[in-house]
């Protein structure tokens, strides 16, 4: 199964970032796939986390990207991934582990902000 974006509507995935490697770099004219180009790549694939290692985390992007198959909530594949596009940092940092940017609907951010708001009051509580 081919490498792609999880979030409704957007097309990043290891067809394009395999496209772009057969280019010529605007730059310096070699293409992408060599070592000498310095180019970055227009974005880079993230997994979600697995239950193992992050099932809070995972939760939380499933929650966010919110896809449903008929009455129930989506479960990516070993080959589901979110695009750099969809992170504030271009990736998952520390600072901004979340996805929230183009989400395929309004209110992603909100939808963030309100599960941070959430954990900061439950330490608070405990």
Not at 38 to 58: G, H, I, V, W
Not at 97 to 103: E, G, K, T
Not at 104 to 116: H, K, L, T
């Amino acid at each position: 199964m081919a490498l792609t974006c999880s979030v409704k509507g957007c097309s990043n995935g290891g067809y394009w970032l395999k496209k772009w490697k057969y280019q010529f770099c605007d730059r310096c004219g070699c293409l992408h796939k060599e070592k000498t180009c310095a180019c970055e790549q227009p974005f880079r694939l993230y997994p979600f986390p697995t239950r193992k290692t992050n099932p809070e985390a995972r939760d939380k992007w499933l929650h966010i990207v919110g896809r449903r198959v008929g009455n129930k909530t989506w479960s990516p594949s070993k080959d589901s991934r979110l695009c750099s596009r969809h992170f504030r940092d271009g990736k998952p940092t520390a600072v901004n582990p979340l996805p929230c940017l183009d989400m395929g609907y309004a209110d992603a951010e909100c939808r963030v902000q309100r599960m941070s708001r959430f954990e900061a009051t439950n330490r608070i509580d405990r």
